[in-house]
Structure formats: C-alpha cells, structure tokens
C-alpha cells in the first residue's frame, strides 16, 4: 500500500506535539535533575533508562489505539480499496516497536564511541552528561534533515535497492572488517574549527566557550562536542535508512528514532563500565544491518511488497540476544601480561 497513513498536511501537529514533549522533557532534564554538574551514578542513569523505555513503549500503545479507532472512520483510508483499518493499525504499533528496538540496538555503538572520545580528551564524569545533552539536541536537528530527505528518497524503487545494499555492505563490513582506531585529532571538522577558533588547553568548568582579554576561544569540551556530533551523523547514515526498512511512515521513522536517543546518554552512563564485556554485540550489529539491507533491498518485494514485521522483530530480537548472552558466556581473551622482571 503506497498511501501514506499519516500525511505531513493532515499530521503536521502530531510532528509539533511530539517536539515540544521533547523539549519539555529535555528542559526538565538539564534545568531540574541535572542544573548542577555531577558524575551520573548507576542508580539515576538505569532509572532514567527505564523511564525513557516506558515513555516510548506508553508512546507505542498510544499511537497503536490511535490508529485503531481513527483509521476505520478515516474516509480517505476507507476509499481504498480492499484497505483493513484493523491491520493497518496493529501493523503501525509493530512497526514503532521494530523500529524503536532497530535505533536502540544501532545506538550501542555511539556508546563505544562515547567511552573512547571522553577518554581521549579526558573529560571528567561531571562534565560528560552536559555535553551529551547538547549532542542529543544537535541529534534531534540532523536526524529530522536525514529522515525528510529519506522519506523523499526513498519513494523510488532503485534508491531503495541501493540504500539496501549499502546497508548489507556495511553490515558485512562491520562483521569482518579491520577495526580503525578513533583518532579525534584527525577529524575535518575539528581541522576546521582550528582554523577560525582558538581552543584552550585546560577544560574551563562546563563551559563551551570562554572570553579572554576580549578574544573567544572554544574549550576541548566544546571540541569533545563537535566529535560526538560528527559521529552521530555518520551513525544516522547507517541507521535511518534501517529504519525505513521497516516502515516508510516518517511519523513512525521519526518517533522512534527520538526515543532512541533521548534514551542513549542515561544508557551510556548505565553501561560505561561494561560495555567492553559486550564485545561480540559488534557481530549482531552487523547482521542486523545485513539482515534490514536484505528486506530493503529484496525480501520485501519476495513477499508481495512487505515482509511480515512480527517475524522482521523475530530475528532482530533473537540476534541481539544471541550475541550479548554469547559475549557473556565467552568473555573476551586478555592478553598475557609479559614477565619483564624474567627477560
């Protein structure tokens, strides 16, 4: 079915509600639990953890009993024919939940990313939930851009293959490729911002930016902030076109992956300490990429134009439970500690 469900004209304030909820919630985050800096203990980071996965799967059920009593008295859904308002709307709830466990799974590896750049520029704990904070808000911008882009894209059938490939060749990439060291110092873009700002050599408490004797500088934390960003989008190539694998409704795209998110820095802050335990996590990763590139890209015209989502989640879910309950039975080898005291 090439209709839209929810069209941009008609849904324009679902788009608008769900943005200010987030910046009410990202207000009440930074201005009321977090206005003083301090290091993010397990206990706060896996009860926001849990409250950002309740308000996604409350979001879930909202839109799904939405959908149901809506679409069967939506008389342009009703003059196509043959259209199931009841199918539609359970197809809409499984297509969030899908997509919603596709970004969190997908987001794991900016916490990798998260736990080398903060280690490389020495960030303090304090400081960290700050400049994630602003990296989510610059997420939010970028991830908007590429899902317009994506659901305009997207409506031509060779673009679709294409992104499908691309997201097979990535994922099988990540599974055998060489692993690259990060090396922050050699990203264009800080290149760049060196050229037109000065950057201090001290962090300055939780500031971004500093004025001495009348002149601006950046500080590193503002530098750590532009890496995190530039990760990020590198990541949202990757994952936005996953999730159109699933659903090429752009509310449900765009839903989902916020939710994602919002809920990465308090995920950060729980796994900081254990996530290199989950190092065969890299391998699911990678065939789910393969995995969402395949239906993209083939399965879903094999099976009449989509392939059934309850399965898609199926095999997505069971990846990633194999591989974090392998990464924990078969923990990493370390390698021997060498004598120097026998040479």
Do not use: C
Not at 89 to 110: H, P, S
Not at 271 to 285: E, P, Q, T
Request: no cysteine; hydrophobic share 60%.
């Amino acid at each position: 079915m090439d209709v839209s469900l929810f069209p941009f004209n008609e849904y324009w304030w679902a788009y608008a509600g769900f943005l200010l909820f987030v910046l009410a919630m990202l207000g009440l985050d930074l201005g009321v639990f977090h206005r003083k800096a301090h290091a993010v203990s397990f206990r706060e980071s896996a009860a926001w953890t849990a409250i950002w996965v309740s308000l996604a799967l409350a979001f879930n059920v909202g839109l799904y009993a939405y959908a149901h009593a809506t679409f069967p008295v939506d008389p342009r859904l009703l003059a196509i024919p043959g259209f199931d308002a009841a199918a539609a709307a359970e197809r809409v709830g499984w297509e969030f939940l899908t997509g919603f466990v596709i970004e969190k799974a997908l987001a794991v590896d900016n916490i990798f990313v998260f736990a080398i750049v903060f280690s490389y520029f020495n960030i303090p704990a304090a400081y960290q939930h700050r400049v994630l904070f602003f990296g989510i808000l610059g997420a939010l911008f970028f991830r908007a851009i590429f899902i317009a882009l994506g659901a305009v894209l997207l409506q031509y059938h060779w673009v679709v293959v294409v992104a499908g490939v691309f997201l097979v060749l990535t994922g099988l990439k990540l599974m055998i490729g060489p692993e690259k060291p990060i090396e922050p110092e050699k990203n264009p873009v800080i290149k760049l911002v060196r050229r037109f700002l000065p950057i201090t050599n001290t962090l300055e408490n939780d500031h971004f930016f500093v004025r001495k004797n009348g002149v601006l500088f950046g500080t590193p934390l503002f530098i750590t902030l532009l890496v995190l960003e530039f990760s990020d989008i590198i990541f949202a190539i990757d994952s936005v076109p996953a999730i159109f694998a699933i659903t090429k409704e752009p509310l449900i795209v765009f839903t989902s992956n916020i939710f994602a998110i919002l809920g990465l820095r308090s995920l950060y802050f729980m796994l900081a300490n254990v996530i290199d335990r989950f190092y065969m996590l890299k391998y699911g990763l990678a065939l789910v990429l393969v995995f969402v590139g395949l239906k993209m890209a083939w399965l879903n015209e094999a099976f009449g134009g989509k392939f059934p989502i309850g399965v898609s989640l199926g095999i997505i879910a069971g990846i990633l439970a194999v591989s974090i309950v392998a990464s924990w039975l078969l923990p990493p080898k370390r390698p021997e500690k060498v004598d120097r005291a026998a040479k």
